[in-house]
């Protein structure tokens, strides 16, 4: 069993940065791919960002690349997802999850993550 704990959202002007981090206490942790995705009010769950087991490959979405930044410290089990030039648009939940699968052609769709942490608040406004 594989928990998860999100935490560093926050409130933010637009243009600034946050780091959001992504706990686990299961030391299987290390061999997942970990997903970061976020929910707007009355919108789906969106895919941001995913990275393999051994931080050797890294997928974002197009709206967020260039700008965010998905990392990994297997000897912490935690992973990190640096978001800077954020927008209002950005606001929303963060929530990370991870997935036993090593397919990367997959790492994008939301049903492959078989757990998922409680969220945290990111929102992004003057």
């Known amino acids: 069993q594989v928990q998860l704990v999100e935490s560093g959202g926050g409130l933010v002007q637009p243009g600034g940065s946050l780091r959001l981090s992504c706990a686990s206490s299961?030391?299987?942790?290390?061999?997942?791919?970990v997903g970061w995705f976020r929910q707007a009010p009355g919108k789906e769950r969106e895919f941001l960002t995913a990275?393999?087991?051994?931080?050797?490959?890294?997928l974002y979405a197009d709206s967020v690349k260039g700008r965010f930044t998905i990392s990994r410290d297997n000897a912490e089990n935690t992973a990190y997802l640096q978001m800077n030039s954020l927008k209002p648009e950005d606001t929303a939940v963060y929530y990370c999850a991870a997935s036993p699968f090593s397919n990367v052609q997959t790492m994008g769709n939301i049903a492959r993550y078989n757990y998922w942490g409680q969220g945290t608040q990111v929102t992004v406004s003057s």
């Open positions: 299961g030391r299987t942790f290390r061999s997942y791919v």
């Open positions: 990275i393999t087991w051994n931080a050797g490959y890294t």
